[in-house]
């Protein structure tokens, strides 16, 4: 059972910008090779830390939450901590360099 949980624009405040920990949210569609290979780096991840919440946005479903943050290319991830974006990854990225982007937040 996948512990990434999805989430759209009408749950998005209180999925992603009320949550209590650090959010990295996956902005992807169904259609993109990229954000497939992206798909099993994220469930490894986590599987791994309970002091971090995935979260996926399917953009082609909720393109309101996607426009307010500018995504302009997927896979896009931002980590959220408090409600604020604290980093931006674009394109799809391994296991390392994902990890290195957000471990200063999920100590």
Known sequence: M????DTSDATFDADVLQASGPVLVEFWAPWCGPCRQ?????EEIAGETDRLTIMKLNV?????????YGVLSIPMMNLYVNGEVARTIVGAQPKKSIL???EEYVK
Do not use: F, R, W
């Open 38 to 42: 992206v798909a099993p780096i994220l």
């Open 60 to 68: 082609d479903e909720n393109p309101q939450t996607a426009a307010n």
């Open 100 to 102: 290195s982007e957000v």
């Open 2 to 5: 996948s512990k990434i949980k």
